[in-house]
C-alpha cells in the first residue's frame, strides 16, 4: 500500500506567547491508503483538532501534511475546499442533514456543488443510497427518520462521489446500539471496497473495530498499534472515556 497521508511534526498553537495551547505537539503520523484506523482520546487530548487538520478544516501552525501528495499545510481556504470535495467524504455526529430536503435530496446537495450534472448525480445519489439500505427511504426527510436511518443518508452523502478518504467524526456518538452496530457495519464494508476510513472516537469498543488505533493525549500520539496489539493495550487503558 502506499502513503496516502503524511504528517510531519504537525504542531497547532492557539494563543502564542505566554498562555499559548498547543492543540497538537508535534505530532508525526502516516496512514497508508485503505487502512481502517481510529483515533481515539479524551476532552481536551487534541483529537477534534487532528481531525481537523486530516480534513483540510484547519491548517498547522507550523509543520507539514501531504495528502495524495500535496502538500496542502499552507493551502488557502479556497484550495482547501478544492481538495476537501474531491479527497474526503465527511460523517459527522449531529448528522448535519437539510431537514427540508428528502434523503435524496440531502445526498444530491454536495454533487451540485461539485457541478455534477443532474442526470450523473441522480445515478451517484442513488447508488450510495442503496449501499446504506435507504433506497425505499428516497422521499423521506430527517424528521421521518431515525437516528440510525439519518446517519446512513449522511454516509450516502459522504460516499456518492467515491471520495478515497471518509473521515467519520463520533459517527456512533447519537445512536443507539443496534444503530451503531449497522453504520459500524457500513464503515467496514466501505474500508472493504477500498477506502480509507479515519474514525474519530472516545469509545474504546468502537475504536476495537478499527484495523489500527491511535491513542492521543496532550496533543501527542502515545500509542500506536494494530488491533491485535490494541486488544491487549486496550485493556490497560480503559479510563478514556467522554468526548
Known amino acids: 500500500m502506499s502513503e496516502l497521508i503524511t ?9 502564542p506567547g505566554e498562555n499559548e495551547v498547543r492543540a497538537l ?8 491508503e485503505n487502512e481502517f484506523v ?19 478544516l484547519d491548517v498547522p501552525t507550523s509543520g507539514t501534511y501531504m495528502l495524495h501528495g500535496q502538500d496542502v499545510s499552507n493551502m488557502s481556504d479556497d484550495e482547501l475546499s478544492d481538495v476537501r470535495n474531491k479527497e474526503i467524504g465527511f460523517i459527522f455526529q449531529g448528522f448535519n442533514l437539510i431537514q427540508n430536503l428528502t434523503a435524496l435530496e440531502n445526498v444530491e446537495l454536495p ?10 448525480r ?3 445519489s442513488l447508488e450510495a443510497l442503496r449501499k446504506v439500505g435507504l433506497e425505499k427511504r428516497l422521499t423521506h426527510k430527517p424528521s421521518e427518520m431515525s437516528g440510525g436511518q ?6 450516502a452523502r459522504a460516499i456518492a462521489q467515491a471520495p478515497p478518504v471518509i473521515l467519520a467524526d463520533e459517527p456512533t456518538g447519537n445512536l443507539d446500539s443496534v444503530s451503531t ?18 474514525l474519530i472516537t472516545h469509545d474504546n469498543e468502537i475504536a476495537a473495530q478499527a484495523e489500527r488505533i491511535i491513542k492521543i493525549k496532550d496533543g501527542k500520539i502515545f500509542s ?14 480503559n479510563n478514556i472515556k467522554g468526548k
Open 181 to 198: 452496530k449497522e453504520i459500524m457495519g457500513i464503515l467496514r464494508e466501505l474500508h472493504e471496497e477500498g477506502r480509507t476510513v479515519i
Open 38 to 56: 481510529a483515533i481515539i482520546g479524551q476532552s481536551g487530548s487534541g483529537k477534534s483538532t487532528l481531525m481537523n487538520m486530516l480534513g483540510c
Open 150 to 155: 439519518q446517519q446512513r443518508v449522511a454516509i
Open 111 to 120: 454533487l451540485i456543488y461539485r457541478n455534477v450534472g443532474r442526470k450523473e
Open 7 to 15: 504528517l510531519s511534526n504537525i504542531c497547532k498553537i492557539y494563543n
Open 122 to 124: 441522480i445515478a451517484l
Open 25 to 32: 505537539d508535534g505530532i508525526n503520523l502516516t496512514v497508508d
Open 224 to 237: 500506536d498499534v494494530m488491533r491485535d496489539e490494541g486488544k491487549q493495550a486496550g485493556a490497560e487503558d
